[in-house]
């Protein structure tokens, strides 16, 4: 799968196990760092502001964009023309994040990495060969809410036999068709926590057959190692932690637009505010 993103040069670390789905339905993990994430200021060495022109116009409007009416959400930024020696500054400046996206379906292919200023989101995409790239400023990247269950299913239709060993899959796959097709949204997520039911393999094939694996996957680092990835039916999330040991500790079910875990929050926005104005003082 990752060669179809070989093109979208966004600096980025989406690799190791889970980080990109398996064909045959069994959702993985990728390994994380064990100690939590903070905030460190991207290391820009021997580098002045006046040989990036490009790239400071880049930054100031990512710098309006967290300063406007949080209504306005998301603004996106579009820079695929600036020079090659603007793009790796302005990818230098923003650094890496905690929450990277995948998002494969309908001709589209985006690589997407917030960076280190949480609520701003590098995207990188290829839309039918024609590379682009681009920064968001919100609260989750708008094609995760425009695209991700366009094409989902509206439910789910169970066999009349069961296979052998199923225990609370139909079950299961009869509460989460029916939740999804009338949630709304501003409704509250609607959780499953596969944790605390008991779930034979055979349970757990047929919750992977029938869901499967939708077009976008979040791989997050920061105060757990959290994969999450969409299904192919309508506003169903498969949400998985992991402990520093990549030991399995929740996975759940969710009906909802997206997971809060991969959203970032007002409080995030603010703290942004600041952030770009001390990495922009430290530089100057």
Same mark, same amino acid.
């Given at each position: 799968?990752m060669s179809?993103?070989k093109?979208?040069s966004?600096?980025?670390?989406?690799?190791?196990?889970g980080?990109?789905p398996d064909?045959g339905?069994?959702? /993985?993990?990728?390994?994380?760092? #064990?100690?939590?994430s903070?905030?460190n200021a991207?290391?820009?060495?021997? =580098?002045?502001l006046e #040989?990036y022109?490009?790239?400071v116009?880049?930054?100031?409007?990512?710098?309006? !964009?967290l300063h406007?009416?949080?209504?306005?959400f998301p603004?996106t930024?579009?820079?695929?023309?600036?020079?090659?020696?603007?793009l790796?500054?302005l #990818?230098k400046f923003?650094?890496?994040?905690?929450?990277s996206?995948l998002f494969? &379906?309908?001709?589209?292919?985006? +690589?997407i990495?917030?960076t280190?200023?949480?609520?701003?989101?590098?995207?990188a995409s #290829?839309?039918?060969?024609k590379?682009s790239? !681009?920064?968001?400023? $919100?609260y989750t990247?708008?094609i995760?809410? &425009?695209?991700?269950f366009?094409? !989902?299913?509206q439910?789910?239709q169970l066999?009349e036999?069961m296979?052998?060993?199923?225990?609370n899959?139909?079950?299961l796959l009869? /509460?989460?068709? /029916?939740? @999804?097709?009338?949630w709304?949204? $501003?409704?509250?997520?609607?959780?499953v926590n596969? *944790?605390?039911?008991?779930q034979?393999?055979?349970?757990l094939?047929?919750?992977?057959e =029938?869901?499967?694996?939708g077009?976008t996957?979040?791989l @997050?680092?920061g =105060?757990g @190692?959290? +994969?999450?990835?969409? *299904?192919?039916?309508k506003?169903t999330?498969?949400?998985? =932690?992991f402990?520093?040991?990549d030991?399995?500790?929740?996975n759940?079910?969710?009906?909802?637009?997206v997971p809060?875990?991969?959203?970032?929050?007002q409080?995030?926005i603010?703290? @942004?505010?600041e952030?770009?104005?001390?990495m922009l003082e430290s530089i &100057?």
């Open positions: 799968m179809q993103y093109d979208l966004i600096p980025v670390s989406v690799i190791g196990p980080s990109q064909e339905g069994v959702l /993985e993990y990728m390994s994380m760092p #064990n100690d939590m903070i905030f991207p290391v820009l060495m021997d =580098y002045s #040989n022109p490009h790239a116009e880049v930054i100031d409007k990512v710098s309006k !964009a406007a009416d949080t209504q306005a603004i930024i579009d820079f695929s023309t600036i020079p090659e020696a603007d790796d500054f #990818n923003l650094g890496e994040g905690e929450v996206v494969n &379906q309908d001709k589209i292919q985006c +690589r990495q917030e280190v200023l949480a609520g701003v989101w590098r995207i #290829n839309e039918s060969g590379i790239h !681009a920064i968001e400023v $919100g990247p708008s995760v809410i &425009q695209k991700t366009k094409n !989902a299913n439910s789910i066999p036999t296979p052998e060993g199923v225990i899959a139909p079950s009869t /509460e989460l068709s /029916e939740k @999804s097709s009338s709304q949204a $501003g409704d509250e997520a609607h959780i596969l *944790t605390l039911l008991p034979s393999p055979q349970d094939d047929m919750l992977g =029938y869901l499967q694996e077009p996957i979040f @997050s680092r =105060y @190692s959290c +994969r999450v990835s969409s *299904t192919k039916l506003n999330w498969w949400v998985q =932690y402990n520093s040991e030991k399995l500790i929740l759940t079910l969710e009906i909802s637009d809060i875990v991969t959203q970032a929050s409080e995030d603010i703290d @942004s505010q952030r770009i104005q001390e &100057q």
